[in-house]
């Protein structure tokens, strides 16, 4: 009985040997890949936050503003040309002639100033 | 007596026992760390990224502000095998500076500082040279996506990311303890309007400064705070012109007729005017050995609807010599313009304005018309949002805060509602009628105010200014404009005034931030106007 007892404990202990140092040495490769991969997230999230600043800088109004100038042939609108869509007519509201005139004509006295001759009459 | 065998054999199984209770232990040690204590340790070494501030956010989410990652560079000169063709490489993609480099290297220090805060780019570069002996310690660099356009109101930061300036260094505290990022009362689109615009009227009128700020008046929420000349947040090195002075909120002013905005609010408020009566207005009015003149020719009499529209200076003394000093004190003190205006911006100013005993009935006279007492254009606004809002007290704020936030009543209701209609009436009728955009009913009021050198007033030096508010049947946002010393133009044959440089200013801002900010347009004033 002793020796059944004995061989068992020996056993035990060389398989309870052999699995901690499976399980260390799997802990000690997964600790490795965690690590790698802590530090890939790290850099990703440093360059998101560096391209999130980077993209506020040319999506800004300024950038937005040369590009539909320059490229667009974009300037800026009377006020007088806009409108929302609370403001359009309902097809039921208004005679059928006036629902599609949704927008008031443009001033002809005051039409779209540059900012070079702004200080005209 | 017990025999040996029992003996070794109780012995045995007590060792045994005792195996067990050791392997047992170390088991459940192995569960407790491996599966148990497992997201502690993932937590623990998932550093974030660095960053020793929040971001800053404008009113809508936007970027204004972000620490980014800027590590500095270290080297171990004694890894290094030829460290004069290091130092050469690493100046070359650092920037650093050849002869200190090849200095610091060839020197007896274990390890050395190449270069701090790193940007991305240097890095890179660094990064494939391969030189062994480099290492990085974690860092960053605030970083302004706005650059100069909001500047003055954002602020800087100095090299060890405390708060110097502006929303910096007032939200200081906040920043370095939020994990979240802060939310500032600032629309990033209407700040470039404003910067926009306000550049393009200072280099038209060769002034030497120009601001303006655009507030809601319900809210007390700053939606543009813009103060030209500014700096580049993201350079360190100042150029000449560059200042980081705030005139919107640092400096004090006599901003003349916008003035007597009050001045009408308080005679009304203490029925002391009626706006049908007709005032004598003639070529100058004396006051005991002084006399007060117009800045611009005037009827022989005006009613005193028309004092304000064309901005009276004499038809103002008189209404406002009906209220005397005491009343006019107490109510200016009422309005929050004897003190400096609280904001979250650290840098504000104390309003100039004659004592008590020397606020005689001169003093009187001229402050009614924006002559005599100096304050910051913050303040006015502020004083002014209450007079248009209800009348009721109204706090600015540069902190994201879309709720009503007005205060006790200053004026009365009714007063309020007859200052949105002669504003109106400004800008139909009288000095501001460069401010009005087709369909958004602005009303307002001009203010040329001249400077003086500590002696005298001069004639050619102005502080111009326009206070709008729109939509004037229900205001809902404040623009303060002010030029300092604009010079007249061909177009405007010579003029500086207020009605000429600072009305269109203010004009301009509106009809571009207008709808951006969703504010109805009126049809019937707008096809009116159009006709």
Not at chain 1, 74 to 95: E, F, I, K, Y
Not at chain 2, 140 to 161: C, E, H, L, W
Not at chain 2, 224 to 242: C, E, G, H, K
Not at chain 2, 266 to 287: C, F, Q, W
């Amino acid at each position: 009985m002793i020796r059944v007892v004995s061989f068992f404990c020996v056993t035990l202990m060389g398989l309870s040997i052999l699995t901690l140092y499976h399980i260390s040495e799997q802990a000690r490769v997964a600790r490795q890949d965690l690590r790698n991969t802590e530090r890939r997230i790290a850099a990703e999230q440093s360059q998101i936050s560096v391209l999130e600043a980077q993209w506020q800088k040319v999506a800004g109004p300024e950038v937005v503003q040369k590009l539909a100038e320059g490229s667009l042939g974009m300037n800026d609108a009377a006020t007088v040309q806009l409108s929302s869509l609370t403001q359009l007519p309902r097809r039921g509201d208004a005679p059928a002639e006036q629902v599609h005139v949704a927008a008031a004509p443009v001033p002809a006295a005051a039409p779209i100033v540059k900012v070079s001759m702004r200080s005209g009459t | 007596m017990t025999p040996p065998s029992a003996v070794f054999k109780r012995r045995i199984v007590i060792g045994a026992l005792m195996c067990v209770a050791a392997f047992t232990l170390i088991g459940a040690r192995l569960v407790g760390v491996t599966l148990l204590r497992g997201d502690d340790i993932v937590a623990k070494r998932s550093a974030p990224v660095f960053r020793a501030r929040a971001d800053l956010v404008d009113r809508n989410g936007a970027l204004m502000a972000r620490d980014l990652p800027a590590d500095d560079l270290y080297a171990r000169p004694n890894k290094l095998a030829d460290k004069r063709r290091s130092a050469r490489e690493l100046a070359v993609a650092t920037g650093v500076d050849e002869k200190r480099l090849v200095e610091l290297l060839l020197g007896k220090h274990n390890a050395v500082l190449v270069a701090r805060r790193l940007a991305a780019t240097a890095r890179q570069k660094v990064d494939v040279l391969r030189l062994p002996g480099l290492e990085y310690t974690p860092n960053s660099k605030r970083y302004y996506p706005d650059g100069r356009m909001a500047a003055q109101v954002v602020g800087v930061t100095d090299p060890d990311g405390k708060g110097v300036s502006g929303l910096e260094k007032g939200l200081d505290s906040r920043l370095r303890a939020a994990a979240a990022p802060v939310a500032t009362s600032i629309d990033t689109r209407v700040q470039f309007v404003v910067a926009h615009e306000a550049q393009a009227s200072k280099d038209e009128f060769r002034a030497r400064a120009a601001g303006g700020l655009v507030m809601d008046v319900r809210t007390g929420e700053i939606l543009a705070l813009v103060s030209l000349p500014d700096f580049d947040p993201n350079a360190r090195d100042f150029t000449d012109s560059d200042t980081r002075r705030n005139i919107m909120v640092q400096d004090v002013y006599e901003l003349g007729s916008v003035f007597k905005i009050f001045s009408f609010a308080m005679a009304i408020d203490n029925h002391t005017v009626r706006l049908d009566e007709v005032l004598p207005i003639g070529s100058g009015y004396k006051i005991g050995r002084y006399t007060i003149h117009e800045a611009e020719s005037m009827p022989a009499t005006l009613t005193a609807r028309d004092v304000l529209a064309l901005s009276s200076n004499i038809g103002t003394a008189q209404i406002v010599l009906r209220s005397g000093a005491e009343r006019q004190r107490a109510f200016l003190s009422n309005m929050g313009l004897l003190s400096p205006v609280g904001s979250e911006l650290p840098e504000s100013a104390h309003p100039l304005y004659p004592k008590p005993g020397h606020w005689g009935i001169v003093e009187t006279a001229t402050i009614g018309y924006g002559h005599g007492i100096s304050v910051s254009p913050l303040s006015l606004a502020a004083a002014a949002a209450a007079v248009v809002n209800g009348g009721r007290r109204i706090a600015p704020t540069l902190l994201r805060h879309p709720e009503d936030a007005r205060g006790g009543q200053v004026i009365s209701p009714e007063t309020s509602a007859t200052m949105r209609d002669l504003l109106r009436c400004v800008v139909t009728n009288g000095t501001g009628r460069k401010a009005d955009v087709p369909g958004y009913d602005v009303g307002g009021k001009t203010g040329s105010a001249e400077k003086n050198d500590g002696r005298h007033y001069q004639s050619h030096k102005l502080v111009t200014s326009f206070l709008g508010v729109f939509p004037i049947e229900d205001p809902r946002y404040l623009v303060l404009v002010v030029l300092d010393e604009p010079r007249g133009t061909k177009a405007t044959a010579g003029f500086a005034l207020a009605g000429f440089t600072a009305a269109p200013l203010a004009g301009h801002v509106i009809a571009r931030i207008a709808p951006l900010l969703g504010v109805p347009m009126n049809p019937i004033t707008a096809a009116k106007e159009n006709s």
